[in-house]
């Protein structure tokens, strides 16, 4: 249920009005994409990857959870 809470308060505003300003971070960010996520599209999580110039995107098989259930 926290975990459903905290999509309800970060994804619908950002993706229904967005402010076209993508907030940066200062450290190294690794944005996994798993590729049957059904919640949150690649295309979402790669834009999202723009928040930082050091960084990579890593694709990995599997769905919404497969980081917790395959944190490897």
């Known amino acids: ?26 450290a190294p960010v690794q944005v996994l994409v798993p590729s049957k996520d059904l919640f949150i599209t690649a295309a ?12 990579r995107v890593v694709p990995v098989q599997g769905g919404h959870w497969v980081v917790t259930s395959r944190p490897e």
Request: aromatic share 6%; charged share 10%.
């Open 44 to 55: 979402l999580q790669r834009f999202l990857s723009t928040a930082t110039s050091i960084g």
């Open 1 to 26: 249920v926290n975990g459903l809470n905290l999509y309800r308060e970060n994804l619908p505003g950002p993706l229904v009005s967005p402010s076209g300003h993508v907030a940066q971070a200062a």
